[in-house]
C-alpha cells in the first residue's frame, strides 16, 4: 500500500476538430501523504570520505529528531569510518541493513533520501524494479543535474517534504527485456518482410531503466550493424557506432553528447540519438511514449552488439537475441526543490552552461548606426 499520491489539480482543455482533450498543468502535480511516512531509505555514494560527515548528521537528525526507521545498505554500516565512531554507535545499532540482490525493501520505504551525485538516484532507481518511494536528493556529487537539494539547509527542506505537499517531477522510464532466440522463432513463423513477432523468444532480462539503454560496438573495429523496430514494423537499420534509447530525463546525459535535443522530463517521449552514425543524414529522433522499439542485430551485421542499461548489467547481443524497449508503469517520482520548470532550468544553466556566452555590448551612440544613416 502506497503512502503517497500525487494530487493534480489543474486541467488545460483544448478543443480539436470537436474533439476534447485535458492537457495536465506540470504545477498541479504535487506530493501528498496519505499518511505520515515511516521509513526512510538513506542512500550514500559508496567511495566518498567527505560524505561520511553528512550522512551521520542525517542519519541521527532522521533517528533522534523524527523517529523514522532508517534504511541503509550493509556495506555503508560496514565502513570503517562509521564502525570506528564511538559517537554514532548508538545510531548505528538502530539502522535497518539491506544488502542489493539479496534482500528486497521495495515495499517498505516511504522515503528516498540520496546523498551523492546523479549516479545515487540512478541506483535508487535501480532498487525499485516496481513503484518507486518519493526520492529527495542532496548534491554532493560531481554534476549534480538530478540534485537539486543544498545539503546545508537539509533540516529544513526534509521537514518540508515531511508535511507534504511538494512539488514532483514523474521522470518516465524504460521497461526493457533482453530476449533470446527472438530471430529464428520470426522466421519460422513466416512473417511478412520488414515484420518482427514481438511475442517470440525468450526473456533473459527485465529491467527498468531511468536513463538510457545503449547498444555499442564494443570492442571491436567494425561498425555496428543493428536494425530497429517500432512496434514491430522495421523503421531503419543503424551503421555506426551504436544507438541510444533514452528516456526524457536521459536526454542531458549520453545523448546530449551524441548531438540530441534536451527534453524535459515531463514530456511524454522516447528518444532515438544514433552514436557517430556513418549517415551524414541520420538525426536524433523523438517517438511518443508507449511505443515498442526494438533493436536486433541486422543479418548482414559483421561482428556482435554490446548493450548497458544506465550504465550497468553489460552484456554481449548476438544474432538471434532482440533489446524490447517501452515506457514503464513505474516512473520515478523526484521532488522539486522549487518546481519542475525551475528546477530543470536552473540544472541546464548551473550544470551544463546551456546558452552561456559573453553578452554583445549595446551601442554608444545609435545615431553611429548606419541604419539611421538619411
Not at 201 to 230: A, F, H, I, K, W
Not at 306 to 322: A, L, P, T, Y
Request: aromatic share 8%.
Amino acid at each position: 500500500m502506497l503512502g503517497w499520491c500525487v494530487s493534480e489539480h489543474v486541467c488545460l482543455c483544448i478543443s480539436v476538430f470537436q474533439c476534447s482533450r485535458h492537457i495536465q498543468d506540470p504545477a498541479s502535480q504535487r506530493l501528498t501523504w496519505n499518511k505520515p511516512p515511516v521509513n526512510v531509505l538513506v542512500i550514500r555514494k559508496i567511495r566518498d570520505e567527505s560524505l561520511v560527515e553528512p550522512f551521520k548528521e542525517l542519519c541521527r537528525f532522521l533517528v533522534e529528531e523524527k523517529q523514522m526507521m532508517v534504511y541503509v545498505e550493509r556495506r555503508v554500516v560496514d565502513d570503517t569510518s562509521l564502525s570506528k565512531d564511538e559517537a554514532f554507535g548508538s545510531i548505528r545499532n538502530q539502522l535497518c541493513t539491506f544488502r542489493e540482490g539479496y534482500d528486497d525493501i521495495s515495499d517498505c520505504i516511504d522515503l528516498i533520501i540520496c546523498l551523492g551525485g546523479d549516479g545515487t538516484l540512478l541506483y535508487a532507481s535501480s532498487l525499485f524494479q516496481g513503484s518507486v518511494p518519493p526520492v529527495m536528493a542532496f548534491h554532493l556529487g560531481s554534476l549534480g543535474f538530478l540534485t537539486p537539494f543544498k545539503f546545508e539547509s537539509y533540516k529544513t527542506e526534509v521537514a518540508k517534504v515531511f508535511e507534504g505537499n511538494a512539488a514532483i517531477t514523474l521522470r518516465s522510464r524504460l521497461k526493457v527485456k533482453v530476449v533470446k532466440d527472438m530471430l529464428q522463432r520470426t522466421i519460422n513463423g513466416l512473417l511478412p518482410h520488414g515484420h518482427m513477432n514481438s511475442e517470440a523468444g525468450r526473456v533473459t532480462l527485465q529491467l527498468q531503466v531511468l536513463n538510457e539503454v545503449v547498444v555499442d560496438r564494443g570492442p571491436s573495429s567494425y561498425l555496428s550493424n543493428v536494425d530497429l523496430y517500432l512496434d514491430g514494423r522495421l523503421i531503419t537499420s543503424v551503421q555506426g557506432d551504436g544507438v541510444i534509447v533514452s528516456t526524457p530525463t536521459g536526454s542531458t546525459a549520453y545523448a546530449a553528447a551524441a548531438g540530441a535535443s534536451m527534453i524535459h522530463p515531463n514530456v511524454p517521449a522516447i528518444m532515438v540519438t544514433p552514436i557517430c552514425p556513418h549517415s551524414l543524414s541520420f538525426r536524433p529522433i523523438v517517438v511518443p511514449a508507449g511505443v515498442e522499439l526494438m533493436i536486433t542485430l541486422s543479418p548482414d551485421a559483421r561482428n556482435t552488439a554490446w548493450v548497458s542499461f544506465d550504465g550497468r548489467k553489460r552484456q554481449e547481443i548476438h544474432h538471434g537475441d532482440c533489446i524490447k524497449i517501452t515506457t514503464s508503469c513505474y516512473p520515478v517520482p523526484s521532488i522539486c526543490c522549487h518546481d519542475l520548470v525551475y528546477d530543470w532550468f536552473e540544472s541546464l544553466a548551473q550544470c551544463l552552461h546551456w546558452n552561456v556566452r559573453k553578452r554583445q555590448a549595446r551601442l554608444a551612440d545609435v545615431s553611429d548606426s548606419s541604419d539611421t544613416e538619411n
